[in-house]
């Protein structure tokens, strides 16, 4: 069984930094497609970041330079370090994993994505 579990949320000034874990079992992320999503209120969840199984990431263009998605080989944990947040960046931050490999392109597809973890929220204020 495949269990996703996200931590590191809070609540942080503009400016500020976090870094999300998402800590998976049951799942090796180290050769699975995993991605960070976020959601707000009345929005459709959006992908923020993405991880292949080779190690190549890529990122939606409003995060480009200020998050960096990386993994934990020993803990088998994936992070998301955010830097410079601004209040847009206020969401659900959701961990999500698929298949082996995946399009690095965005926008991401969140149906494609069979594992979820249950959210972080983040927030950002002025």
């Known amino acids: 069984q495949v269990e996703l579990v996200e931590s590191g949320g809070g609540s942080v000034e503009a400016g500020g930094s976090l870094v999300l874990s998402c800590a998976a079992s049951?799942?090796?992320?180290?050769?699975?497609?995993m991605a960070w999503f976020r959601q707000v209120p009345g929005k459709g969840r959006e992908g923020v970041a993405l991880?292949?199984?080779?190690?190549?990431?890529n990122y939606a263009g409003f995060v480009k330079g200020r998050f960096s998605i990386s993994r934990d080989n020993d803990k088998n944990i994936l992070m998301l370090r955010m830097n410079n947040l601004e209040p847009d960046d206020s969401a659900m931050y959701y961990c999500?994993?698929?298949?082996?490999?995946?399009?690095?392109?965005?926008?991401?597809?969140?149906?494609?994505?069979?594992?979820w973890g249950q959210g972080t929220q983040v927030t950002v204020s002025t």
């Open positions: 049951g799942l090796d992320s180290s050769n699975h497609c």
């Open positions: 991880r292949n199984s080779d190690g190549k990431t």
């Open positions: 999500a994993g698929r298949g082996t490999t995946c399009d690095r392109s965005f926008p991401l597809h969140h149906s494609t994505y069979a594992y």
